[in-house]
């Protein structure tokens, strides 16, 4: 909706990314437990697993490629990919979502140096949490490089 695109454009000029992370929790939170459901792994019937880590970085990704925002999905670097890559006015943003804490997520992306090759712009990393079993995101955590 545009309150939602207003919502989320808002935090980014704010430079307040838990107005984008809590517009995004109300996203997930909008969409229906079936498409949640977990899904078969391998041959054998029985053997379930939770939605990938991709699902939630495609819908993020998409809901931000929505608003008019500048973003790019598994972004390759000399030792790895970044999850997201957003560019908001002369800021970047690079995310990591985890099926763990935030802070893991973080961690890689400071390992992964995925960071390095935007340091001569304002630049924020930032890890999210999934927590698969209540089909949201859980939390995230931000430093500034």
């Given at each position: 909706t545009q309150e939602f695109r207003?919502?989320?454009?808002?935090?980014?000029r704010q430079k307040d990314f838990s107005?984008?992370?809590?517009?995004?929790?109300r996203l997930f939170a909008s969409i229906p437990y079936m498409l949640f459901e977990k899904q078969k792994k391998g041959e054998d019937p029985n053997q379930w697993t939770h939605?990938?880590?991709s699902f939630y970085h495609s819908l993020f990704r998409t809901?931000?490629?929505?608003?008019?925002?500048?973003?790019k999905a598994?972004?390759?670097?000399?030792?790895?990919?970044?999850?997201l890559v957003i560019e908001f006015a002369q800021d970047v943003y690079i995310v990591e979502l985890k099926k763990a804490p935030a802070q893991k997520a973080l961690s890689q992306i400071l390992q992964k140096e995925y960071h390095l090759?935007?340091?001569?712009?304002?630049l924020s990393l930032i890890g999210i949490e999934i927590d698969a079993n209540r089909?949201?995101?859980?939390?995230?955590?931000?430093?500034?490089?």
């Open positions: 207003s919502r989320i454009i808002d935090g980014f107005v984008v992370f809590g517009e995004m929790q939605r990938e880590e809901a931000l490629w929505a608003c008019g925002i500048s973003v598994e972004e390759p670097t000399h030792l790895g990919r970044s999850d090759k935007y340091t001569d712009r304002p089909r949201n995101l859980a939390g995230f955590t931000i430093s500034q490089a």
